[in-house]
């Protein structure tokens, strides 16, 4: 038995298809613990050799976590007989749709229907037919097994193609994008909320693998927050093949500092300040190709435009990416669910901007008066600090977080 997977192949005009294909290859092996060998590149897909015996459910559930996957199923594949007519064709495919549906029923299933694509429109023998005539053998092969056409426990698709002949079980579907690490690695900053993970889940969807920073300002956030923090980085790296790393740096003095100063108003803009320019000195240490942030448009006073503007001018040499601009909030929840983050985002445990926010924040900061309220304060100091303080910990496809 074969998995075969399929990737959206309108992603691959311009000719980097080998390319895009090796490397589906070996995310598909490093989420599913298997030896590269045994996925094998066919024309316009992957196949998986299911041991006799084997569970695929196990390879399923990875390929609907590899990033690039379009979608796969479970079944076998034969080539063509170019001279053979129609009728040898069928009776070549009939007993390997008969096989599949025994293994169905093994598996408890109790009705079936067969659905036949004739993307071959040269074959002899129409597609209602095909299914008429193999739904009517395999009634017969497994008596178990009854025809439903309208809710069948199992449907059992036929693909009569110009190059082959297919017959394979229904199949799940992977989560399209790009095959993660094509694009480089971006540095998402990570805060213990919903919408972060969110946006890092859509980052890899682009092909762009991950890794996190986090400002801790312990003792105003407590260590809980941290391991909450990990926790979601540990989700997260469930959808990348390679080692996830969450970089944690303190802001503890800077907000001390900063709520010191008397524009009590642009606090919160001016530690985002502080961050943005610690996180571009771990992007440049590490390489990253982009910033990646939770943050939307107007859902909270340090997201209007003034005031993004205000933070983004820190890192001029820098891509910023912003991948919830568009979604509502209930939209990043049902992701979050989707993607096992949302159980951990939603722990009660308060963010340091909760704590330090200014009762009256400024909606609409401009540049010059954030350069006014930071001339004269050690900023400069305090960051290199941080940046000096760094600790980081890794994770791997979900397994255990450790100091790196
Ligand atoms: P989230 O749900 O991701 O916390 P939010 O809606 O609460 O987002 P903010 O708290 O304003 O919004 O933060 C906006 C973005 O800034 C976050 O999504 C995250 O990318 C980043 N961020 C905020 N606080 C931190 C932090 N302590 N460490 C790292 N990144 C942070
Ligand atoms: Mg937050």
Redesign the pocket.
């Known amino acids: 038995m074969l998995i075969h997977v399929r990737y959206d192949e309108i992603a691959l005009k311009g000719g980097k298809r080998g390319y895009y294909e090796r490397l589906l290859r070996k995310n598909l092996a490093a989420l599913s613990g298997l030896p590269q060998e045994r996925i094998e590149r066919a024309p316009g897909r992957l196949a998986i050799t299911v041991a006799e015996g084997e569970d695929p459910a196990p390879l399923l559930d990875a390929v609907t976590r590899t990033f690039g996957v379009a979608h796969a199923q479970v079944g076998h594949e034969l080539p063509r007989t170019p001279d053979a007519g129609a009728e040898a064709e069928l009776a070549r495919l009939e007993p390997v749709a008969v096989d599949l549906a025994r293994e169905a029923a093994l598996g408890g299933k109790r009705t079936f229907k067969v659905e036949t694509n004739r993307a071959d429109k040269a074959f002899a023998i129409g597609s209602l037919q095909v299914s008429s005539r193999v739904g009517g053998s395999i009634a017969r092969a497994v008596p178990e097994l009854k025809v439903d056409v309208h809710h069948p426990e199992v449907v059992i698709t036929l693909e009569v193609r110009p190059e082959r002949l297919v017959a394979a079980t229904e199949g799940v579907t992977g989560p399209g994008g790009y095959p993660v690490g094509v694009a480089g690695t971006a540095l998402?900053?990570?805060?213990?909320?919903?919408?972060?993970p969110v946006?890092a889940w859509y980052a890899l969807k682009r092909g762009l693998h991950v890794d996190h920073?986090?400002?801790?300002a312990f003792p105003y956030t407590g260590d809980r927050v941290l391991e909450k923090v990990l926790t979601l980085g540990r989700a997260l790296s469930r959808w990348a093949p390679a080692t996830m790393h969450v970089n944690v740096l303190s802001t503890t003095k800077i907000q001390d500092e900063l709520a010191r100063q008397p524009k009590e108003d642009l606090r919160v803009v001016l530690l985002?300040r502080s961050?943005y320019r610690l996180a571009r000195q771990v992007l440049r240490a590490r390489g990253h190709v982009a910033l990646v942030?939770?943050?939307?448009l107007g859902?909270?006073a340090?997201?209007t435009p003034e005031n993004l503007l205000c933070v983004e001018a820190v890192v001029p040499d820098v891509l910023v990416l912003r991948p919830l601009l568009g979604f509502d909030k209930r939209e990043i929840v049902a992701v979050a669910r989707r993607i096992g983050t949302y159980e951990t985002?939603i722990l009660p445990y308060q963010?340091?901007?909760s704590l330090f926010a200014p009762r009256r924040p400024a909606t609409h900061a401009t540049v010059e008066r954030c350069l006014e309220a930071e001339a004269g304060l050690p900023l400069a100091e305090l960051e290199a600090e941080a940046f000096e303080g760094l600790e980081t910990w890794r994770t791997a496809r979900g397994g255990p977080t450790e100091r790196a």
Not at 188 to 196: A, E, F, H, Q, V
Not at 213 to 216: E, I, M, N, V
Not at 293 to 296: C, F, L, P, R
């Open positions: 998402n900053l990570l805060s213990g909320g919903i919408d972060s946006a920073c986090y400002f801790h985002r961050m942030t939770g943050e939307s859902q909270v340090s997201q985002s963010d340091c901007c």
